[in-house]
């Protein structure tokens, strides 16, 4: 498989803003279930939000809803993640992943099946 590719983290005030995008050829036209994830320090890797390619179905961790947006450009084979309102418990290390199948609705953001992983990038919040 080719490798899944994350750009666009940096650092940010509390309340900036971020795009983060993951080159994805390959995963998004062949009906993979993409997500983001992430992990701080010290914590456990949490899923951030998922994205069903075949229906277009999304999920988000309660602690970003109304705030991050998941999407896909077919054309560019690309998945991005687009964070608002920044907070600095966001500060991780944010991973773009691709799945056979994504988690039900209700469940939280995971992926199901044999999943690929990109190699992350490092989005700071400050205060």
């Known amino acids: 498989q080719v490798p899944l590719v994350e750009s666009g983290g940096g650092s940010v005030q509390a309340g900036g803003s971020l795009r983060l995008s993951c080159a994805a050829s390959?995963?998004?036209?062949?009906?993979?279930?993409m997500g983001w994830f992430r992990q701080a320090p010290g914590k456990e890797r949490e899923g951030v939000a998922t994205?069903?390619?075949?229906?277009?179905?999304?999920n988000y961790a309660d602690s970003v809803k109304g705030r991050f947006t998941i999407s896909q450009d077919n054309a560019k084979n690309t998945l991005y993640l687009q964070m608002t309102s920044l907070k600095p418990e966001d500060t991780a290390m944010y991973y773009c992943a691709a799945g056979a199948l994504c988690s039900l609705a209700g469940e939280p953001p995971a992926l199901v099946g044999r999943h690929f992983w990109g190699q992350g990038t490092q989005v700071t919040v400050s205060s």
């Open positions: 994205l069903s390619t075949r229906d277009g179905r999304t």
């Open positions: 390959g995963y998004i036209s062949s009906g993979y279930c």
